[in-house]
């Protein structure tokens, strides 16, 4: 799996556990993970903005392998980086097929992260809709 964009130019320091609060209540850390068969997007919503802050592209091996490989990949990304309890909820836009295999990969602690999956396939908006339809859909 190849990862780029600002988790790794910048690593996950600057998601560590930093909670703001309003009103003496913790405002939730959210990423959204968005993706199709060989290509995800993360993203960070933090005081209702919403950040691209990473993608990850299956290489030619997984791609050959089947979508299983990438899936576990991902799996194993999310659960490395919660370990460092960088989010407290995630949901996941994908299509049902991707949804399936991401959900037998993954281990308990990312699990109870989760707080929405969607079944949608998001990956072909421009950037600047895509926030747009995510601020619809993440109306919280």
């Not at 995510?134 to 109306?139: E, S």
């Given at each position: 799996?190849?990862?780029?964009?600002?988790?790794?130019?910048?690593?996950?320091?600057?998601?560590?556990?930093?909670?703001?609060?309003?009103?003496?209540?913790?405002?939730?850390?959210i990423w959204i993970l968005i993706g199709v068969n060989h290509f995800f997007r993360f993203y960070s919503k933090k005081n209702g903005i919403v950040e691209l802050i990473g993608e990850a592209e299956a290489d030619n091996q997984e791609?050959?392998?089947?979508?299983?490989?990438f899936a576990n990949d991902i799996t194993n990304f999310l659960e490395q980086v919660e370990t460092f309890d960088v989010f407290d909820r995630l949901i996941i836009i994908a299509i049902p097929k991707i949804l399936h295999e991401l959900n037998i990969s993954f281990s308990k602690l990312v699990e109870n992260k989760i707080v929405a999956e969607i079944y949608k396939d998001l990956t072909g908006f421009k950037e600047e809709n895509l926030k747009e339809e995510?601020?619809?859909?993440?109306?919280f």
């Open positions: 799996m190849k990862l780029t964009g600002k988790l790794i130019t910048e690593g996950i320091i600057p998601f560590f556990p930093k909670k703001d609060c309003l009103n003496s209540r913790p405002i939730p850390r791609i050959e392998n089947g979508n299983i490989h995510l601020n619809k859909i993440l109306w």
